[in-house]
């Protein structure tokens, strides 16, 4: 089930003159790339080419950007706590706050959530739809007080706003006795299958890198890589890929989410007062 994304195999004095000179001349560095090759201009040169060429689309800066980097806040909706903060800039960071008695406003209320929606640019909300592919990535702080739990957890989705679709992908936060896990997960396929995951416990009181890759579909393919720090000499502690991953738009779009998300069934233990520190998003289309 699992199809781990490969790399482009290209000669090492050719692949490393490429990414010396990248930067100014890229289309002449895969051109010579190509030469090399019998077959000329390989897949893999062009998959390199397409990934090169990614766009940037978001990157908010919460000092200017604000909440606006959003198309929306979820959080208390029922005003049950009017005096209480729960999504804001704290620095060069979004902020999430949960309480042990909050309820959400939805279901059986035995569920809370504070989570944002969507990317917003330029004010124009950003739509993955079926057959794109979209990397997204961030940094995240994870306090001790925030805990894997027996039911769920989700600190981030991918749902279809028009029919509440989902969610397709999540990653979440789990507990099997004393130990929790950090797990990427194909939600909406038979078993929530795992794509990634690690201990939780290494993880937190410090800043870590989360990457997503996704292609949009009904069988999309996704991708999850996350760092134990920042910056790209950063260890990888969790590295997966699957295929055939249902991630449809259903005729709108998929949007994610951030945040934290979980079930009150767990523990009381684990249902406490905490929150999530999010940074230095960024989303690109290839």
Not at 11 to 36: D, F, H, K
Not at 133 to 151: F, V
Request: proline share 5%.
């Amino acid at each position: 089930m699992t199809d781990r994304f490969s790399s482009p195999r290209y000669g090492r004095r050719c692949l490393l003159g490429s990414l010396a000179v990248a930067a100014m001349v890229a289309p002449i560095a895969l051109t010579g790339c190509a030469s090399a090759s019998a077959g000329g201009l390989t897949a893999g040169s062009q998959a390199l080419g397409a990934k090169a060429a990614a766009q940037v689309l978001w990157s908010p800066d919460p000092s200017t950007d604000g909440l606006k980097a959003f198309e929306g806040i979820e959080a208390d909706r029922a005003g049950k706590h009017p005096g209480r903060k729960y999504v804001y800039v704290e620095g060069d960071h979004y902020r999430f706050d949960i309480y042990k008695d909050d309820l959400d406003s939805t279901g059986d209320n035995d569920r809370q959530r504070t989570e944002s929606k969507g990317m917003v640019s330029n004010g124009t909300a950003l739509k993955m739809k079926n057959g794109e592919t979209w990397t997204i990535s961030y940094e995240m702080y994870m306090p001790s007080t925030l805990h894997g739990t027996s039911k769920f957890t989700h600190i981030f989705q991918l749902k279809t706003p028009a029919t509440n679709g989902g969610p397709w992908i999540t990653l979440d936060l789990g507990r099997s006795g004393s130990t929790e896990t950090f797990h990427a997960r194909a939600y909406s396929m038979s078993g929530s299958p795992d794509i990634a995951s690690t201990n939780l416990a290494p993880l937190r009181d410090k800043w870590i890198t989360v990457e997503w890759t996704f292609t949009i579909g009904s069988k999309g393919k996704a991708r999850f890589v996350a760092r134990n720090g920042t910056g790209s000499s950063a260890p990888v502690v969790a590295d997966g890929s699957m295929s055939n991953v249902n991630i449809p738009d259903q005729g709108d779009y998929v949007r994610p989410k951030w945040g934290i998300y979980r079930s009150i069934k767990s523990a009381s233990s684990d249902i406490i007062d905490t929150h999530l520190l999010f940074r230095n998003y960024k989303a690109s289309r290839a």
